[in-house]
């Protein structure tokens, strides 16, 4: 039989995740009204090489899993997956502060077969293991070789 004293605790335990998990949720989709910083000459030199020649498409709200696995980070703001001659420019909801910097990796656990808009995917330091923030995909442009 519970005492009032455990179930006093729990109900401060939930109380404490809920919370947690509530200011996760806030940090993880910020949206600022500020525009996003200037790219490095080295971030928009690789943007502008991965997409030279090509026109960009309808957004789509999913990726294909097979898809994503050549992705290349150019800043916080900005993540391109490549596709044979299609690129695919996301630009997550909010930032994915950190990500173009140092040591740090996107982690995406998918259960389906697509990464979608909205999906959540953490950002972790490489070098500890530690998730340091997260966020949500936007939607995915499809840029393709010009006619």
Known sequence: ???ETDITRRNIEMRM????????SLVACQSTDSPPEQRSAKAQ????KLLAGK???????C???QRSNDMVVIDDDTILYRDGRTTYVNKP??????????????????TGSQLCRGDIAQVTDMTTGVTVGSCAFGDFVP?????
Do not use: F, I, K
């Not at 030199?45 to 502008?48: L, V």
């Open 1 to 3: 039989m519970l005492r």
């Open 17 to 24: 995740y809920l919370l947690a998990a509530a200011a996760t």
């Open 45 to 48: 030199a690789t943007y502008d």
């Open 55 to 61: 026109a960009p498409g309808r957004a789509e709200s």
């Open 63 to 65: 990726l294909p899993l």
């Open 93 to 110: 909801l909010g930032s994915c502060n950190l990500l173009g910097r140092g040591s740090y990796a996107l982690v995406t656990r998918s």
């Open 143 to 147: 840029y393709r070789p010009a006619s």
